[in-house]
Each structure stands twice: as structure tokens, then as C-alpha cells.
């Protein structure tokens, strides 16, 4: 069973920037892809960004493409989600997530971390 393991929040202002870790391990076979995905209060989930293993190739959300970054240390296990001109809408608990299939990479994955916390306010 796949173990994800995400940190990196915090509390920071308007036109800042956070970046996000997440570490896999206990795979039998490495997932294809790992992504983040976020959920607001009283808002559904959304698909942040992902990125697959093997090529690099990358998917972002409309709503953070040119601010956010996912990249990955496949050495480390880990990826991470570089974010920059941070918005008070980009506040949520963010969830590290990996998948064996990556049909949908935005939509939903098959493991999943227990979230960090990403506050922007004044």
C-alpha cells in the first residue's frame, strides 16, 4: 500500500510563496503519477497539478498555471508543488495524492495523503 506523506504549509500573505513536499514509499511497483489536489471550506475538491514519473510531463488547473510548479526528485520518491504569487483563493487543505493509472490525473488518484494546511491572508 502506497504511504504518501505532505507538508509544507503554512500561514503566509498576499504575493507570497509556499512549497509543498510529498514523500511515497511502501509501493510494490512506483506509482505513474503523483499530483496535489486542494479543498476549500464548503467547495469541492480540485485538481491542482500532477506530474508523471517516467517523461516529467506535467497538468496544472487553470487557476494556478504560470503561478504554481509541480516537479519531482524521482531519487527521493518525492514531488513537490512550488507556489508563487500565492491569492487568499488558493487557501485550503492541500492533499498530496499518486496514481498507478493516471487516466485522469486531475480528477482523482488512488492514494492519498493526510493534507496540509495553506493559509493566505493579511
Known amino acids: 500500500q502506497v504511504q504518501l506523506v505532505d507538508s509544507g504549509g503554512g500561514s503566509v500573505q498576499p504575493g507570497g510563496s509556499l512549497r509543498l513536499s510529498c514523500t511515497a514509499s511502501?509501493?510494490?511497483?512506483?506509482?505513474?503519477?503523483m499530483g496535489w489536489f486542494r479543498q476549500a471550506p464548503g467547495k469541492e475538491r480540485e485538481g491542482v497539478a500532477a506530474i508523471y514519473r517516467d517523461d516529467g510531463n506535467t497538468y496544472y488547473a487553470d487557476s494556478v498555471k504560470g503561478r504554481f510548479t509541480i516537479s519531482q526528485d524521482n531519487a527521493k520518491d518525492t514531488a513537490y508543488l512550488q507556489m508563487n504569487s500565492l491569492k487568499p483563493e488558493d487557501t485550503a487543505m492541500y492533499y498530496c495524492?499518486?496514481?498507478?493509472?493516471?487516466?485522469?490525473?486531475?480528477?482523482?488518484?488512488?492514494?492519498w495523503g493526510k493534507g496540509t494546511l495553506v493559509t493566505i491572508s493579511t
Open positions: 511502501g509501493y510494490s511497483y512506483k506509482p505513474v503519477c
Open positions: 495524492a499518486a496514481d498507478d493509472w493516471c487516466v485522469a490525473p486531475l480528477r482523482n488518484m488512488d492514494y
